[in-house]
């Protein structure tokens, strides 16, 4: 039997009694997890494993013929139900999406403890609506392609190695980034062109520690602009298309 600390992504009944829950957890990475519908199914256990709740599980380990680890759940505590994101449509729709990213992105047995801190941190800043939701959005898909290995060299231009300039380029085909004199093709549909405090926002979203990357604020200009190419940059890097993105999308104009 293992105890750990897990956030549930995804949840599915199978028949009328069982479900599989899948979950991300810091040293298991993202898992599904067997819920047998004959264990005491207390209200406890039933709002430990919901989606979006943050819980310590023990959990019981098999291996099968394949040598495959399968999970059973045996028992549940709840340590945040982030509640409030449920009474928000438009919240709801976001995290939604955020689970759905981590299902796709998500593997097993690895180290996931950058990216649960980044959902729980966004999870906790849309329960508490500390920050608007596309903001949190564009914070979210941009940190979680730098965690998952898509971060670009943010020293400055990749090839004068200049710190700033007027405006920066970054090419989501290449992950360059040049400044003005060293960008010879900027018509390329996957070039995003930063001013200074743009280019500011997007090194801090992608470098700053948790404990600040989620105390700023941006005009709704700048907000455009992240939009645009935190999806762009998503879309080039992550292939399928996001059904609960086109909802939340729906959901929030
Ligand atoms: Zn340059």
Redesign the pocket.
């Known amino acids: 039997m293992i105890t750990f600390d897990a956030l549930i992504i995804r949840e599915k009944h199978i028949g009328e009694r069982n479900r599989i829950i899948t979950v991300l957890a810091k040293d298991h990475g993202v898992i599904d997890i067997f819920c047998r519908g004959g264990m005491k199914l207390t209200s406890k256990n039933f709002s430990a494993t919901q989606l979006f709740s943050y819980s310590t599980l023990c959990v019981e380990v098999k291996v099968n013929a394949k040598g495959e680890r399968l999970y059973y759940l045996n028992s549940s505590q709840t340590k945040n139900l982030f509640y409030n994101i449920r009474l928000d449509l438009i919240n709801a729709c976001l995290a939604s999406y955020i689970s759905e990213l981590l299902c796709y992105c998500g593997t097993a047995e690895k180290d996931f403890g950058e990216i649960l801190r980044l959902t729980l941190n966004t999870y906790y800043s849309l329960d508490t609506n500390r920050q608007p939701p596309e903001l949190l959005k564009s914070i979210f898909e941009i940190r979680l392609l730098c965690e998952i290995g898509f971060r670009p060299n943010l020293l400055?231009?990749?090839?004068?190695?200049?710190y700033e300039?007027d405006h920066m380029h970054f090419n989501i085909m290449t992950g360059k980034i040049?400044?003005?004199?060293?960008?010879e093709d900027s018509d390329n549909g996957f070039d995003f062109v930063f001013d200074k405090g743009m280019f500011y926002i997007l090194r801090y979203i992608m470098l700053t520690d948790y404990d600040r990357l989620f105390s700023f604020k941006v005009s709704d200009k700048a907000q455009k602009l992240l939009t645009a190419f935190s999806e762009s940059f998503v879309s080039y890097h992550i292939k399928p298309k996001f059904d609960t993105r086109d909802f939340y999308r729906q959901m929030a104009h």
């Open positions: 400055g231009c990749n090839k004068c190695l200049k300039a040049l400044c003005d004199n060293c960008c």
